[in-house]
Every structure is written in structure tokens, then in C-alpha cells.
């Protein structure tokens, strides 16, 4: 991820537009239909032909970069945090998250609020409402074949897991993995990607990190 600083106001809308569409590696023709207006439209844009151009034709293109009609046309600095890429349509609200590693699970309610786009270089985006204490990690060889190589997990420690569903969490009270949910009764049995070991059941020692709730091969770096 790179931290976009702020323009000058002299760039024009042609010179801000081309430098977003560099960046989200999207094409004229692409970009016009994504943003429902003519292509013939776009390319003026793009080609500084129009001098003063409309708010309803600016305004499909801000949203779909996520920025304002004046950043777009270099009256608002870009934010100094915007992540180089992303993109955002008016109907899917992205958000992005931080991918930390493994070592750093057990500490992330206490830390996270020190992560920020200046100083974490790797994040993710997803569409999926997630709270603001989520994160994200590389997946292990072990999860292979229901998580696939290099993919990367987001996890939630606010969404409550439900049978089914794949927990991060720490044995030991120490060391954090992944486990299965299974419910039994009033049972919470804890499954290993080994099928063959037996489940165990969930106790008061264990520690759960959260729940895993997407799992993406994509990402923002």
C-alpha cells in the first residue's frame, strides 16, 4: 500500500482522472460503464475537453473512487491515508483491513489502535460489514485444502460463531490456530483440519480471537 500525497490545486480534473485510473488499472471504456455514463463523456474528460463540466456527470465518477467531487476536481486534497487503487461503487461501501501476522493476534485489541495506513504497510479490502476491531492473516499450510494456498483470512472478534464456522484461537492460551466449531447438545466441540483426531471440547482455558468471516485471495500492498 502507498499513501497517496495531496495534489496540487493546479492539476486539472484530466490530470486527477488519469492518475486514478492509472492507479485502479481501469480503462477508459471500463470506467464509463462501471460509472453508467457515455463513453464519449469519459474521453472528453480524459482529453481536457471539457472546461467546466457538469456535477451530475463528476459525481458517478467521484463515488466510484471513493473521493469528493472537489478532490476530483483538485479543489480537496486527496486524503493522505486513501490506499492507492481502491476503488468503491455507490452501491458496496469497501472497507480495508489490516493483515498482521500471526505472532500479533494475541495482542491486537491493544495494539490496533496504533496500526494505521502511515506506518502497516499491507492491508485488504473486502465488502463485507465488519467491525472495527477486525484484522487479517495469512493463511498456514495445514488449512489447505479448505483454505487455499495464500489466501488471506479477515477475521471479526465481534461476530459470535455459530456451528460451522472457523474460529481463531489459542489451545494453550498463548498460541493462536484455527478450529472448526462443531455444536453437540450444549456441547462446543473444537475440530482439527486432521479429521483424524477427535474433536476436543471447548473450555474456559481456551482463548478465541474471533470468528473467520471471508477468506480472499486479493490483496492491497
Given amino acids: 500500500m502507498q499513501l497517496i500525497e495531496s495534489q496540487q490545486p493546479s492539476l486539472s480534473v484530466c490530470q486527477i482522472l488519469r492518475k486514478l485510473m492509472m492507479e485502479a488499472n481501469i480503462r477508459e471504456a471500463e470506467l464509463a460503464r462501471r460509472v453508467n455514463l457515455p463513453q464519449t463523456t469519459v474521453n472528453r474528460l480524459l482529453l481536457g475537453g471539457t472546461s467546466d463540466p457538469r456535477a451530475n456527470t463528476l459525481k458517478p465518477i467521484a463515488?466510484?473512487?471513493?473521493?469528493?467531487?472537489?478532490?476530483?476536481?483538485?479543489?480537496?486534497?486527496?486524503?493522505?491515508n486513501r490506499i492507492a487503487g481502491?476503488?468503491?461503487?455507490?452501491?458496496?461501501?469497501?472497507r480495508f483491513i489490516p493483515i498482521i501476522t500471526w505472532e500479533q493476534v494475541s495482542s491486537?485489541?491493544?495494539?490496533?489502535?496504533?496500526?494505521?495506513p502511515a506506518n502497516h504497510p499491507n492491508w485488504i479490502g473486502t465488502e463485507r460489514s465488519v467491525s472495527d476491531h477486525a484484522y487479517a492473516l495469512p493463511s498456514l499450510?495445514?488449512?489447505?485444502?479448505?483454505?487455499?494456498?495464500?489466501?488471506?483470512?479477515?477475521?471479526?472478534?465481534?461476530v459470535q460463531y455459530?456451528?460451522?464456522?472457523?474460529?481463531?484461537?489459542?489451545?494453550?492460551?498463548?498460541?493462536p490456530t484455527v478450529r472448526k466449531i462443531l455444536q453437540d447438545g450444549l456441547d462446543t466441540l473444537l475440530q482439527s483440519f486432521d479429521q483424524q483426531q477427535s474433536p476436543v471440547k471447548l473450555i474456559k482455558k481456551h482463548i478465541i480471537f474471533g470468528t473467520i468471516v471471508e477468506s480472499r485471495m486479493d490483496t492491497y500492498t
Fill in 108 to 116: 491486537w485489541l491493544f495494539t490496533k489502535k496504533n496500526i494505521t
Fill in 141 to 158: 499450510s495445514f488449512m489447505e485444502p479448505r483454505f487455499r494456498k495464500h489466501s488471506i483470512l479477515i477475521v471479526d472478534p465481534d
Fill in 86 to 94: 481502491s476503488t468503491s461503487t455507490p452501491s458496496h461501501a469497501w
Fill in 162 to 175: 455459530k456451528d460451522g464456522h472457523y474460529v481463531v484461537i489459542a489451545l494453550d492460551g498463548i498460541h
Fill in 63 to 80: 463515488d466510484f473512487f471513493g473521493i469528493t467531487i472537489g478532490q476530483l476536481c483538485g479543489f480537496e486534497p486527496l486524503a493522505i
